[in-house]
């Protein structure tokens, strides 16, 4: 039960006209709901009424962290939320898109009803910023929700579908930890993860163990081979869905390494992640010089090479990289693999351009910063 208004309202009583006064009021959480209502006379009648969802176009999504010095405001769009979904879905390989449809009206339908999450209404900054945005000048948006209550809702509406435990996961790696944006913190290891995870499922193991020393960084300098040195040819092995006799050599085909698809693949881990473009860069550089000299690799090369370079470079897109390239089907392989993290992690590598390169060679002679920062480069595997 609503507490009901003590005041007398401003409907009037339909026998006699006096103002009257509400006395019972139900829940208005499902839309419609009922009022009762008096007048001083002692003439009792009922309403029905119902809570006006919003619309669509009446949707801004704020978006940023709170640092920002003026709000970006776009308007709410399902197909931007199923794009983001899909994208995620890439990474868990079993959401279709009929699923990302379904979580897309869902979580749309709940904003509208500002269920599970606060509809604020806009203030002129806001609508400010949508004009600015859309070039309308007036704009109709009235209502601003949180692009981080979004990515939180849309994690509820997974909550409540078991088979969506892994596309929840994979969603929160790419969204929930994204931390490309100022004023908005993140996940930058793998301890924020699992915390994460842990709440978010109780079940499991909820020990974190403390994390092993970090062994000292290797610096790579980006751009030592050309791209001409690298591999032509890649050896796919086929991968068949069921479970079957072991591979024959029928099983292969060889095809033309597709520099740009490699580039694509290594830069959606990446997504979302601080620094994306220079980690992109350096992890494709990292890993085709080091398989220079074979002109014909396997993609279990690529894979072993993209997948040891992140871990070393972005454990959040690491983790996301390890899901997929194993085809990890439940939440506790993740968990394990994000444990594994904390117990044997591999030595940090970061990416100087051939300028910084010289650059802090230069000051080597004269600053012993300097020279820790310009080491050159170890080692590094041949894959
Ligand atoms: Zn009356």
């Not at 007036?138 to 949180?146: A, C, G, N």
């Amino acid at each position: 039960m609503v507490t009901p208004s003590k005041g007398l309202t401003g409907m009037s009583c339909p026998r006699c006209g006096k103002k009257t006064r509400i006395t019972r009021s139900s829940e208005p959480t499902l839309g419609t709901f009922e009022r009762e209502r008096k007048c001083p006379d002692g003439h009792t009648f009922r309403t029905f009424e119902e809570v006006r969802t919003a619309t669509l176009k009446e949707v801004g999504v704020r978006a940023g962290g709170d640092g920002a010095a003026l709000p970006t405001v776009h308007p709410l769009s399902p197909a931007r939320l199923q794009e983001e979904l899909a994208r995620a879905a890439f990474f868990s390989g079993v959401g279709d898109q009929l699923e990302i449809r379904e979580i897309t009206t869902e979580a749309v339908a709940r904003i509208l009803r500002g269920e599970g999450i606060r509809l604020q209404i806009a203030d002129r900054e806001e609508i400010l910023a949508v004009r600015r945005s859309l070039r309308q000048v007036h704009p109709s948006v009235r209502f601003t929700v949180r692009d981080t209550d979004i990515i939180d809702l849309i994690d509820s509406v997974m909550e409540d579908h078991e088979r969506l435990r892994m596309p929840r996961v994979l969603y929160a790696l790419v969204f929930a930890g994204r931390n490309d944006r100022e004023g908005r913190k993140g996940w930058d290891r793998a301890e924020q993860f699992l915390v994460w995870l842990h709440k978010s499922f109780q079940t499991l193991d909820q020990d974190i163990p403390l994390r092993v020393a970090t062994p000292r960084a290797l610096f790579w300098r980006i751009g030592t081979i050309a791209p001409d040195s690298y591999p032509s040819r890649v050896i796919k092995r086929r991968f068949s869905s069921k479970r079957g006799p072991a591979p024959s050599r029928n099983d292969s085909r060889i095809a033309d390494f597709n520099f740009p698809q490699y580039e694509r693949s290594v830069q959606r881990f990446l997504f979302a992640r601080q620094d994306a473009a220079r980690k992109a860069e350096g992890v494709i550089d990292f890993v085709l010089t080091s398989l220079a000299g074979q002109d014909v690799v396997t993609t279990s090369q690529l894979a072993f090479g993209t997948l040891a370079a992140l871990r070393r470079v972005d454990e959040i897109a690491y983790l996301r990289a390890a899901s997929t390239t194993k085809r990890f089907l439940d939440v506790s392989s993740v968990r394990d693999e994000a444990v594994g993290l904390l117990r044997h992690p591999s030595p940090r590598l970061e990416f100087r351009t051939k300028e910084e390169w010289q650059a802090g060679a230069a000051s080597a002679g004269n600053d012993r910063k300097g020279a820790r920062a310009s080491t050159p480069v170890m080692s590094y595997l041949r894959l």
